[in-house]
């Protein structure tokens, strides 16, 4: 059922045309900078998009301009985990890494404990439902790494409206976000 979700969802975020997706990618930019929690955040975690996904760097570049601390994920492939590092140039701490996805490079940033003072993440996903259930590409990263957060922070996930459904099969380890934000509109979740 995941597979064949991720399989209709991404195919549906391919037939966007690119142009399209750039300016949803805007709006949605604009909608996430609105929110409380970003604004009462001193240090985000984002991470850069591949592929049809919501275009984050737009984002990221904001959140350097407003002066917070961006953290950014890196699969560590010894512990199949999501290392986070501080990164402030992202033209020159960046590099593609798996999948192509750009990453931290280790050697030119300061990497952060798990918990270390994040106040608001900005997850990727697949699907998302309007209660804050998110379907993830499968690798589980996402979940693990904020089950190890000792301080719970704002969770959101930027999405086309297209990725939104009515249901998703939900395990015990998934995590539900807080806020959906879409092309279209916010959605406070009614998780928690």
Same mark, same amino acid.
């Given at each position: 059922?995941?597979?064949?979700?991720?399989?209709?969802?991404?195919?549906?975020?391919?037939?966007?045309?690119?142009?399209?997706?750039?300016?949803?990618?805007?709006?949605?930019? #604009? /909608?996430?900078?609105? $929110?409380? &929690?970003?604004?009462?955040?001193?240090? *985000? %975690?984002?991470?850069?998009?591949?592929?049809?996904?919501?275009?984050?760097?737009?984002?990221?570049?904001?959140?350097?301009?407003?002066?917070?601390?961006?953290?950014?994920?890196?699969?560590?492939?010894?512990?199949?985990?999501?290392?986070?590092?501080?990164?402030?140039?992202?033209?020159?701490?960046?590099?593609?890494?798996?999948?192509?996805?750009?990453?931290?490079?280790? #050697? /030119?940033?300061?990497? $952060?404990? &798990?918990?270390?003072?994040?106040?608001? *993440? %900005?997850?990727?996903?697949?699907?998302?439902?309007?209660?804050?259930?998110?379907?993830?590409?499968?690798?589980?990263?996402?979940?693990?790494?904020?089950?190890?957060?000792?301080?719970?922070?704002?969770?959101?996930?930027?999405?086309?409206?297209?990725?939104?459904?009515?249901?998703?099969?939900?395990?015990?380890?998934?995590?539900?976000?807080?806020?959906?934000?879409?092309?279209?509109?916010?959605?406070?979740?009614? &998780?928690?």
């Amino acid at each position: 059922m995941k597979a064949s979700i991720r399989k209709t969802i991404c195919a549906l975020r391919e037939q966007l045309p690119p142009g399209m997706r750039a300016a949803y990618s805007a709006t949605i930019t #604009e /909608r996430l900078l609105q $929110l409380p &929690a970003y604004w009462q955040a001193d240090a *985000v %975690l984002g991470y850069m998009n591949f592929g049809a996904e919501f275009a984050s760097e737009l984002w990221v570049e904001r959140v350097l301009a407003d002066g917070k601390r961006l953290a950014l994920p890196k699969v560590n492939h010894h512990t199949n985990h999501l290392d986070l590092y501080w990164v402030d140039d992202p033209e020159n701490q960046l590099a593609a890494g798996l999948w192509g996805i750009r990453e931290p490079v280790v #050697e /030119r940033c300061e990497r $952060l404990a &798990a918990s270390n003072g994040v106040e608001f *993440v %900005l997850l990727p996903g697949v699907a998302f439902t309007r209660d804050g259930a998110r379907l993830g590409y499968g690798g589980g990263y996402y979940d693990k790494l904020l089950a190890g957060m000792t301080q719970r922070p704002a969770l959101v996930a930027a999405a086309f409206a297209l990725q939104i459904v009515k249901a998703l099969p939900q395990e015990a380890t998934d995590v539900k976000v807080e806020w959906v934000v879409t092309e279209q509109e916010s959605i406070v979740c009614a &998780a928690q």
